[in-house]
């Protein structure tokens, strides 16, 4: 029980962090779209990462050098620029709830949830490399409450901030107001942009 909390407050204290996969999924809760397979897409993902982080450290940490992280980089800079430009043209045209709520897919919306769950580099070094450095001196027994712990904090955060989310939909169901939560989309996403291409250089 006690490395089960452990891994719980130090899955917390990693996830709190606000980042586009977060913006992500309070955007899909605000519009009610699809928020159950995003939360779980997201919680899942972060259980198999936080479990290969505990049992295969040692490797991930011998094969995940300068090169993989710059190519991982690289390709969220790209899909946050499409993903900008998305929100760039939904800005500039007229909103309808009505097709926001059908016109999208969930194919679109699992490929969106795991672009900016997988293409995101600090995903892996939270979970893969943090907790799995944390807790290599464990025993097996303990890896595993670990584990459970930090996975039990993903589900529990993804999930209330996916239905906390829709629950104040209520209250955004407005075409300014999503004019607004886009402007902020839009200028959160551009800075993400400069702090990753900052890391880079």
Same mark, same amino acid.
């Given at each position: ?32 779209? #699809?928020? =159950?397979?995003?939360? /779980? ?8 990462? &936080?479990? $290969?982080? +505990? %049992? @295969?450290? #040692?490797? =991930?940490?011998?094969? /995940? ?8 980089? &690289?390709? $969220?800079? +790209? %899909? @946050?620029? #499409? ?119």
């Amino acid at each position: 029980m006690e490395y089960a909390l452990l891994g719980f407050f130090a899955g917390l204290s990693l996830i709190l962090a606000i980042g586009a996969q977060n913006i992500f999924v309070i955007e899909q809760g605000l519009k009610k779209q #699809h928020v =159950f397979l995003v939360c /779980f897409i997201c919680s899942l993902s972060d259980l198999i990462l &936080i479990f $290969l982080g +505990i %049992f @295969l450290f #040692h490797y =991930f940490n011998q094969f /995940f050098n300068q090169t993989v992280e710059l190519i991982f980089n &690289i390709l $969220l800079i +790209i %899909f @946050l620029l #499409h993903f900008i430009y998305t929100k760039i043209k939904t800005h500039y045209s007229d909103i309808n709830f009505q097709n926001e709520l059908t016109s999208i897919s969930k194919i679109n919306i699992i490929i969106k949830t795991l672009g900016f769950t997988y293409l995101n580099p600090h995903v892996y070094s939270d979970t893969v490399f943090f907790l799995g450095n944390f807790s290599k001196n464990y025993l097996l027994n303990q890896k595993i409450s670990f584990g459970i712990g930090a996975a039990i904090a993903s589900f529990l955060f993804f999930f209330t901030l996916g239905y906390l989310s829709n629950y104040l939909s209520k209250y955004a169901n407005s075409k300014n107001i999503w004019k607004v939560i886009n402007i902020f989309i839009i200028c959160f996403m551009s800075i993400l942009i400069l702090f990753i291409i900052k890391e880079i250089l």
